[in-house]
């Protein structure tokens, strides 16, 4: 990035507006995404509510299948919407796009924000040089001839550090390696400097050592660009290293949420402590590890109640059947600031460290 950083400067501001770190770019309140099949409606996301700020990391984390990635392509509206209902509000740069035309979302998409998927080899068009891919993506929100989108898009390649980005410009996908792809693919993302932008699982196909670098550059182009990042994955390794704000995720529903650092230090919900003590580090004993019992409810059939609590070892610690028959709404998590958690324990910080403290 350090070879790159001199033409980067040009390329973030040009038609950028201020950005001010901390502003809401985007706004979720009660998202609720579900999709009617045969065997009846799969409540995938269900009244999901988030902030993402720029010039700050946002890490959506849960289990496959928590609905991390079906409300993030929803605000990019990338759902079907003849076979998926979507309720609630998303609000991107002060835009309503619950319900919002087909016309909305092509200006929002790029310009407003822009996703990074996991695999860049299904995303970019085998057909289609690199080059010419990036150039269309800038045309499409731009009247600029093509000479001038061919450079914007050799520029691009150069500021996410492929190399010889003149020559690379004129290749394939299929002629990148896969840390390259994706490389092309978040300088597609960010052609039109978007103030938004969702890497979904971005480096799980890569190696460890292309992961950390996709990872770095990320971060590096945030602040270049003063843009949000929406960071969606189920590696706490990589929110510990990377973001500033967690969203935990379980069963469509949000289950706690703080700061990054805050929350995997001392987290505050049942389902967050059994993610954690189920992640090895390097000064622990692989046997030592602990799972979470049993597997997520079917998104078909949502148990009655906390959807955890047919999992969570500290449900007889709740007075009464609450777990069983109420769903914990959102609450402050006592003793902790700035933090929030869906848990019908009464002291939930000291109830974790208590069992912590019996390992």
């Not at 407003?112 to 045309?139: C, T």
């Not at 150069?158 to 300088?187: C, K």
């Not at 460890?208 to 590096?220: F, G, S």
């Amino acid at each position: 990035m350090t070879a790159t950083a001199s033409t980067s400067g040009s390329i973030a501001t040009q038609g950028s507006e201020a950005r001010n770190p901390g502003d809401v770019v985007l706004d979720v309140k009660d998202l609720s995404v579900a999709f009617p099949t045969e065997e009846g409606v799969v409540k995938a996301v269900s009244n999901l509510t988030y902030q993402a700020r720029l010039g700050r990391t946002l890490a959506i984390v849960g289990e496959s299948g928590s609905g991390k990635s079906v409300s993030s392509m929803a605000v990019l509206g990338l759902h079907n919407p003849k076979r998926t209902q979507i309720t609630g509000s998303i609000k991107l740069d002060g835009i309503e796009l619950v319900g919002a035309q087909p016309s909305t979302f092509q200006k929002v998409r790029s310009t407003k924000a822009a996703m990074v998927f996991q695999d860049p080899q299904s995303s970019l068009h085998p057909f289609h040089k690199i080059g010419r891919q990036i150039a269309e993506a800038y045309r499409a929100h731009h009247s600029v001839s093509k000479q001038v989108a061919q450079k914007r898009a050799v520029e691009m390649l150069d500021l996410v550090g492929i190399p010889n980005p003149q020559r690379r410009a004129n290749q394939y996908p299929h002629e990148f390696s896969g840390g390259m792809r994706q490389r092309a693919m978040i300088a597609l993302g960010l052609v039109n400097d978007p103030k938004l932008l969702i890497a979904d699982e971005p480096t799980t196909a890569l190696d460890v050592t292309v992961q950390a670098q996709i990872l770095d550059l990320v971060n590096d182009l945030q602040k270049e660009f003063g843009s949000a990042v929406i960071l969606i994955t189920h590696d706490l390794a990589v929110v510990a290293e990377t973001a500033d704000d967690i969203l935990v995720m379980y069963a469509g529903r949000g289950v706690e949420k703080g700061g990054a650092k805050e929350v995997l230090a001392q987290p505050s919900m049942p389902y967050t402590y059994g993610l954690l003590q189920s992640m090895p580090s390097h000064s622990e004993d692989l046997a030592e590890l602990k799972a979470i019992k049993g597997t997520p409810p079917s998104l078909l059939n949502l148990p009655s109640g906390c959807s955890f609590h047919p999992r969570c070892e500290f449900k007889t610690l709740v007075e009464g059947d609450r777990c069983f028959t109420e769903l914990p709404e959102w609450r402050p998590t006592p003793g902790l600031a700035n933090r929030e958690i869906r848990c019908h324990l009464a002291d939930p910080v000291a109830t974790l460290q208590l069992d912590e403290g019996a390992r």
